[in-house]
């Protein structure tokens, strides 16, 4: 007889920290806002910058690779992040990583390209707000001024001595995108809301 389990839902790996991060959230009186963003879709991409492959990949997806390092260009809802001279990272709305690979193996066509879905390696956090950058820059050793780590650009760094990829969103009130791989995920949100802890008005949230 086969077997008729029904599937559980996918857990985010922060969903035990929802409530505490919005606590910290109401906490802070609009100094600083933390929440998890879970299940965007991540695609890594490599291919030859320099080749026919990226303009077509690029019109494939609506936007163009960025080719200056450390940049992020965005269309809509999807984001295209600079990780290497011939890396990118692509992220889009949750469940359409199938559609993002697709799309971007049948533009390179013949030309040699990496697609590898690693949707499911990281979760994203969310930092904005006034305060977002002084939070970040106890943990992180970039300089943040927003002369120096403007809107639309990312870097792979550490935050709190994790690895991370940050994204400056170009969005106004958008903040920032933490980039965490999910095993680290739950250190790093203990480690931003322990840091948080200054610009909140109300108890610490436990």
């Not at 910290?24 to 963003?37: D, H, K, Q």
């Not at 200056?68 to 001279?85: I, K």
Request: hydrophobic letters at 45%.
């Amino acid at each position: 007889m086969a077997d008729t389990a029904l599937t559980a839902p996918p857990r985010s790996p922060l969903s035990h920290a929802a409530a505490r991060l919005a606590a910290a959230t109401r906490a802070s009186g609009g100094a600083v806002r933390l929440a998890e963003l879970p299940f965007l879709a991540q695609v890594d991409v490599r291919l030859n910058a320099k080749g026919t492959a990226a303009d077509a990949v690029g019109l494939a997806l609506g936007l163009q690779l960025p080719l200056e390092p450390n940049t992020v260009v965005r269309a809509g809802e999807s984001t295209a992040l600079w990780l290497g001279p011939d890396e990118w990272l692509l992220v889009g709305p949750p469940g359409t990583q199938r559609d993002l690979e697709a799309r971007v193996r049948e533009a390179a066509g013949d030309e040699p390209v990496s697609v590898t879905d690693v949707s499911a390696q990281r979760t994203t956090l969310l930092v904005a707000g006034p305060r977002a950058r002084d939070l970040l820059s106890h943990g992180c050793s970039l300089d943040l001024h927003p002369r120096a780590f403007t809107p639309g650009r990312c870097a792979q760094t550490t935050l709190a001595r994790t690895q991370v990829v940050l994204i400056a969103r170009d969005e106004p009130g958008t903040g920032f995108w933490v980039l965490v791989r999910s095993s680290f995920a739950g250190y790093l949100t203990d480690w931003l809301l322990d840091a948080a802890t200054e610009y909140l008005h109300g108890p610490h949230p436990d």
